[in-house]
């Protein structure tokens, strides 16, 4: 697709000058991420890597991988319209539905659904539509898809769940269709979700994620990982911590989907190229930072870890390095725009 080539090339040039930079002030290890995102991003399928703890990781993963439809397949009839609004929609979630997407927030559904929510193990859309309906066992019921439309508003985009019927949710429902076209109605769909990245050899770091992610993220997503806005035609790095990031009830708040989503997709275009180790431990360090609150939120941090936060793979109302997490950013972060 042209215009995913063109970002491709630009988040090249964009770390190309990011690295030299850095290697300039440093000359350190930067010089290996500087070569290495010189590869257009997303065209990548994930490359083997040398953990020997890898073996469920997707480049294992033999099944055929569904093959959504070409963008130039796509209707040009009044329904091609809503299927197109939906990409819109998807791809630059504030331009088409703010009034649904949280105030300060910089993501995109395309943010974390890679490639337009076609790239498999990047919890593609055409795999989610032949999932649902389905048990959560987040809300205790049987989703419609597009209930679990509305969870990623609330919660990923720090935002406000669109009404059912609403046209932000039928383009997207539409658009998540058109892709599914020909695919089996299968929850086990290959390429769904994000994978599972076995546990690592030794216990979760938040140090040796730190050192991670100021060598192979903090290039793009900002030494202080609030991203880098969209500027004079530039892709946007999304935030991955703080009032601009998703919130503390996010998905990628479970330290199994961030270390998922990471090892398949992330540094861009690299997907595939950390150890499971260094995985989990940029996940740690990433989720060891304030966001904002939970929408769910209790009245008191402790109560609403026991109710929502319960496992190991949450850190929410935990402590790190002396600090409670769970305090959320200021208030003023919360919520939708209008
Ligand atoms: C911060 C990252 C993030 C953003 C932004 C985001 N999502 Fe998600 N999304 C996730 C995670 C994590 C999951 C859970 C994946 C899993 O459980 O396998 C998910 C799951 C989904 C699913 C279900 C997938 C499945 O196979 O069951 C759909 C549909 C979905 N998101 C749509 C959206 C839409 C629409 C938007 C924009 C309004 C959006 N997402 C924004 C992270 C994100
Ligand atoms: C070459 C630039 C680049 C590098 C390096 C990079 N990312 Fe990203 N990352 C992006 C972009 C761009 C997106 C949004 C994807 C899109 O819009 O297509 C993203 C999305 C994400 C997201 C989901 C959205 C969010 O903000 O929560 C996470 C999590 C993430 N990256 C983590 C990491 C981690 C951890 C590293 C280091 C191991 C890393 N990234 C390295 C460019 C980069």
Redesign the pocket.
């Known amino acids: 697709m042209k215009t995913r080539t063109s ?1 491709a090339l630009t ?2 040039i ?2 190309l000058a990011a690295g030299l930079i850095v290697v300039a002030a440093q000359g350190g290890p930067a010089a290996t ?1 500087l070569a290495k ?1 010189e590869k257009p ?2 065209s990548a399928k994930p490359t083997p890597t040398t953990s020997p703890a890898s073996s469920a990781t997707p480049t294992a993963k033999t099944a055929p991988l569904f093959q959504p439809p070409s963008e130039q397949d796509m209707p040009k009839d009044e329904f091609g319209k809503t299927v197109k609004m939906g990409q819109d929609i998807f791809e630059h979630t504030e331009r088409y539905a703010s009034q649904y997407v949280g105030k300060n927030s ?3 559904c ?3 659904h ?2 337009g929510g076609r790239l498999a193990h990047s919890a593609p859309l055409w795999a989610a539509y032949v999932s649902y309906p389905a048990y959560r066992s987040k809300n205790k019921h049987v989703n419609t898809f597009p209930e679990r439309l509305q969870g990623c508003f609330k919660y990923s985009m720090n935002g406000k769940a669109p009404p059912l019927g609403d046209p932000v949710l039928v383009a997207l429902e539409s658009y998540a269709y058109w892709l599914a076209s020909g695919a089996p109605i299968d929850p086990k769909i290959a390429g769904r979700g994000y994978p599972k990245v076995p546990s690592p050899p030794l216990p979760r770091d938040y140090a040796r994620g730190q050192q ?2 100021e060598q ?2 903090a ?3 900002g030494a202080d990982g609030a ?1 880098q806005p969209d500027a004079n035609g530039q ?6 911590w703080g009032a601009k ?2 919130n503390w009830g996010a998905g ?1 708040g479970s330290l199994k989907n ?1 270390s998922g ?2 090892k398949a ?6 997907g595939g190229s ?1 150890s499971d180790q ?1 995985a989990w431990d ?2 740690t360090f ?1 989720n060891s930072h304030e966001r904002p609150q939970d929408p769910r939120f209790k009245g008191s941090i402790a109560d609403t870890r026991a109710k929502y936060h319960d496992s190991p793979d949450d850190l929410y109302g935990t402590t790190v390095n002396g600090q409670l997490l769970g305090q959320g950013t200021p208030p003023d972060s919360q919520g939708a725009k209008k």
């Open positions: 970002v988040v090249g964009l770390t991420v995102t991003a997303l910089s993501l995109n395309s943010s974390c890679l490639d991670v992610f192979h993220c290039v793009c997503h991203g892709p946007n790095f999304p935030a991955l990031s998703f990628m961030a989503f990471i997709n992330m540094p861009l275009g690299l950390l260094q940029v996940a990433m």
